[in-house]
Nanobody, 113 residues
Framework: QMQVMESGGGLVQAGGSLRLSCKASFSISSFAMGWYRQIPGKQRDLVATTFTSGRASYADSVKGRFTISKDKAENTVYLEMNSLKPDDTAVYYC????????WGQGTQVTVSS
């Protein structure tokens, strides 16, 4: 089974930074990988994608503040989050863009004002 495990969340003040990690049980080289976030009661939204070509894309709400990267040798995807805002508070998940893997438990990010 394809599994992912997210880590690195926490409580941070507005304007602060966090770095999230996503360790995959499969080779991420074959997949476009994404970071998603979900607020209770709302749908899970894709916020950043890293494609097999190396290109990245971002939701408008995080563009210029978040950076997605990956270590293919370690099958790990990262999300560097800077200039955090209270609206970034959510549970963050990673998966392939086609949701091929089982969803992990996510990692909670809380940004205080």
């Amino acid at each position: 089974q394809m599994q992912v495990m997210e880590s690195g969340g926490g409580l941070v003040q507005a304007g602060g930074s966090l770095r999230l990690s996503c360790k995959a049980s499969f080779s991420i080289s074959s997949f476009a990988m994404g970071w998603y976030r979900q607020i209770p009661g709302k749908q899970r939204d894709l916020v950043a994608t890293t494609f097999t070509s190396g290109r990245a894309s971002y939701a408008d709400s995080v563009k210029g503040r978040f950076t997605i990267s990956k270590d293919k040798a370690e099958n790990t995807v990262y999300l560097e989050m800077n200039s955090l805002k209270p609206d970034d508070t959510a549970v963050y998940y990673c998966n392939t863009v086609d949701s091929n893997a089982n969803w992990g438990q996510g990692t909670q990010v809380t940004v205080s004002s």
